[in-house]
């Protein structure tokens, strides 16, 4: 069944309901006795699933990231009193608490450290194209390896009205990847198939979601205004690019090598801005669930071949 597998992973924006992620990951590798980045030979990572793919493509554990979430989400987003109401005219928080907590993981580790092919989008709203940091996997990609890896999870994680942008040191600003990608399983599958040449009849992928929320139909506006839709068509938007590109893959590789985690929630549940330690239980709740079919189709039995980048840090 392996014979020459080649294995995605990848994971979704969504802010500190990345816990849920990285609660996943770490019975993963608790369960298994093994690090989750062994099994993949390449990761797509969005915002904080960006930074969750950095940190695993530098060697952390999923244990040490999941404590990053539950130890510096205060310092990420303040809990001020005044956020709310700020928010209508500014970006919400600073981005300096978000910076420091990386720092203080990353610290001046530079992307192309990664023992793993990386793919983490971001968006330049300037001159309206996507962006995405890539590691030296194929002759072609002779920068981004050079750049701080906190500088890229800065950049995929800005969050459009909740962080500002990230600022290159030429004056381009980035914008969070969940602009265009929150859910990046194509660009990766994409990557898979150009740039690194695998047979479609090769390709396996495992995407993980941050939740996803039930809302019925009936209390949706989708015939109002400005000040009706504004909050809804984000959530319109970003629901369309994540089933879509969930579909597109589906079509490609086939529901027997393309398996999805993402719970349904109700609405209000969780906050891209809020820590809740409830994701904690359903990290667990959703790995006893899935680690079944996660071992019938194979993905426990792959062992990624060691990642050989063709342009090396000096």
């Not at 608790?30 to 099994?39: C, L, S």
């Not at 809302?215 to 938007?237: E, N, R, W």
């Not at 579909?247 to 090598?257: A, C, S």
């Not at 985690?261 to 969780?270: E, I, L, R, S």
């Amino acid at each position: 069944m392996q014979g020459n597998r080649f294995q995605i992973l990848s994971l979704d924006g969504g802010g500190l309901k990345g816990l849920f992620t990285a609660s996943f990951l770490a019975h993963w590798e608790k369960e298994r006795g093994t690090r989750v980045i062994d099994h993949f030979d390449l990761i797509s990572g969005t915002s904080t699933g960006g930074i969750i793919a950095i940190g695993l493509g530098l060697g952390f554990s999923a244990e040490q990231i999941k404590d990053l979430y539950l130890n510096k989400a205060d310092q990420i987003f303040p809990p001020k009193h005044f956020a709310n109401a700020k928010h209508w005219l500014a970006v919400k928080h600073s981005g300096a608490g978000l910076r420091a907590a990386l720092q203080e993981l990353l610290g001046e580790r530079k992307f192309g450290e990664s023992e793993k092919r990386l793919l983490i989008p971001a968006y330049d709203p300037a001159f309206r194209g996507v962006h995405i940091f890539k590691t030296s996997h194929h002759k072609r990609l002779q920068t981004d390896y050079k750049q701080s890896a906190v500088h890229v999870a800065m950049a995929t994680s800005a969050a459009p009205t909740y962080l500002p942008p990230e600022v290159t040191e030429s004056g381009l600003q980035l914008l969070d990847g969940g602009v265009w990608a929150n859910n990046p399983i194509m660009i990766a599958v994409a990557e898979a198939l150009g740039y690194l040449e695998k047979p479609q009849s090769e390709i396996t992928a495992l995407r993980i979601g941050t939740t996803e929320e039930v809302i019925s139909l009936k209390d949706l506006q989708t015939m109002g205004g400005k000040l009706q839709m504004a909050a809804p068509v984000i959530d319109f938007m970003m629901r369309g690019q994540s089933q879509s590109a969930s579909g597109m893959v589906q079509h490609l590789l086939g529901k027997d090598r393309f398996f999805e985690v993402n719970p349904k929630t109700a609405p209000g549940d969780f906050h891209l801005d809020k820590l809740s330690k409830e994701l904690l239980a359903m990290g667990e709740a959703e790995w006893r669930h899935a680690s079944s079919e996660l071992f019938d189709r194979g993905f426990f039995d792959h062992q990624a071949a060691p990642f050989e980048p063709c342009h090396k840090l000096n």
